[in-house]
DNA sequence: ATTTTTCGTTGATCCAGGTCAATGTTCCAG
DNA sequence: CTGGAACATTGACCTGGATCAACGAAAAAT
């Protein structure tokens, strides 16, 4: 369960990995990221610690119990949080989406490996100079213990999820939580019913902590009852958003 | 689901409610709590934010989606943290022991309740008041995001063995980690094999998303086969850790 | 356009764990 | 010490979701 972290560090500048430089005035989440608490100079000096880095979809940027030696912003793209046992089952602890923050600063191994569900970008960080840049910035701190707070309390709930709720209320639960998060990515105020999922069966399944197979079965029941629409392998519309809620719990 | 919260708040401070006068300098959890991040002034300073209250087993501290108006550290006993679901379905979600922080700073409605498990003994804040002291004490808003983080690794880790483990590595991993957290309660330095837990058989299965006969079987069964001990209802002596550590995968 | 590969659906069967029910045990209260 | 309440164990049975297997459909490669 080892591998090459496929990123420039910081402190290997003198070499060029193809992480481009950070222009963090100019960056796609500027204002929805942790970075928003800082003020342009700030922003500046961060900015010499980030680089951008692509990753392509499938590829992994950190391994479950490797020493972590980075952190990073979600610029674009979707990543998943993976905690797996040693015979393959995995488990998804978490999805990430774009302003989002991944790793685990203040020391200690990754807990989970981080994958790219779809191609991504994100604006990765040395640990210990991130750790020591928010040791210095309260309010960047404040950020991110925010976010952090609003993470275990999503975590929780989908402890809830897992433990307790049927098949069928864990599709609709899930369906109804992507239509929430995926329609606060895009530009669109409301939450619109219908939307793309940017991952197949397998990886819902892996989120429900279900098979592929009851996951699947479960959704062409739900068309057959009217309550969604399946037009195509990623997208869903949900058509009958209350009786979802109701079957969700 | 909603409640009258039992406790004293430091802005009513006239009237007594039973609430002790918080002594921060002789408290039990003095250098493990997230307060250790304080000098004397400092705590001098929290401590008259703070008041000791006792809560008796079964009763609840705070409820699941009610405006949270108070936070805490645990001084004794331990509590459980629970999501239910309409229909009496419950999933513990936490367990917290002494030196642990109760609670959900900066703003929204606590998700889910605080209940004690055993008697037990907290010094509560008035969550507004805290989140001002907090703001001001980068400090002990570090402390604050390590633990958090720490928290949302196990909930994620919890998560893994609700969604993918089978029932007998879910009583395998959960007591192992009762050994580890309770010898880590006393002062025994080492990882004794015996232990109380703190909590019954039906507690038990709320933790593991099992049901109560499911949990009793697995626990008989690993009797039977020598790999553990049930002196007394509450007593667990794990005889085989290696066996155990093999089952918990 | 055709092949290959990957992904999703559907069916048949099985079994881990849930459900229902009875019994045993511990712990208080009086 | 006794009766009762709460808790735990055990048994019989059932079912939701897993497993095994085949097939279909879309996407990618040639």
Not at 106 to 111: C, D, H, I, L
């Given at each position: 369960m080892t591998a090459a972290i496929i990123v420039a560090l910081p402190?290997?500048?003198?070499?060029?990995?193809?992480?481009g430089v950070t222009d963090?005035?100019?960056?796609?989440v500027r204002n929805r990221a942790?970075?928003?608490?800082?003020?342009a100079d700030e922003l500046a000096l961060l900015g010499k610690l980030g680089r951008n880095h692509r990753v392509k979809a499938g590829h992994t940027l950190l391994w479950e119990?490797?020493?972590?030696p980075v952190v990073a912003n979600v610029l674009e793209g979707v990543l998943k949080l993976v905690v797996a046992a040693a015979d393959g089952r995995e488990q998804i602890v978490g999805v990430v989406f774009p302003s989002d923050f991944i790793g685990r600063p203040?020391?200690?191994?990754?807990?989970y490996s981080v994958t790219a569900m779809t191609d991504a970008e994100v604006c990765i960080f040395n640990r210990k100079s991130f750790d020591d840049f928010a040791s210095a910035h309260p309010d960047l701190q404040h950020k991110l213990l925010r976010r952090t707070l609003d993470e275990l309390d999503r975590a929780r709930h989908w402890m809830m999820l897992l433990g307790r709720k049927s098949a069928e209320e864990k599709v609709a639960s899930f369906l109804l939580e992507m239509s929430e998060r995926l329609s606060g990515q895009g530009c669109g105020a409301g939450t619109q019913s219908g939307f793309e999922l940017p991952f197949g069966r397998q990886q819902i399944a892996d989120i429900l902590g279900l098979t592929i197979e009851t996951t699947s079965r479960q959704l062409t029941r739900m068309r057959a009852e009217g309550?969604?629409?399946?037009?195509?392998?990623r997208e869903i519309v949900i058509h009958d958003r209350a009786a979802m809620e109701a079957i969700a719990g």
């Open positions: 402190t290997d500048a003198a070499v060029d990995y193809g992480g963090c005035a100019s960056c796609v942790i970075c928003a608490s800082l003020d119990g490797d020493d972590a203040f020391g200690k191994e990754s807990p309550l969604l629409d399946l037009p195509s392998r």
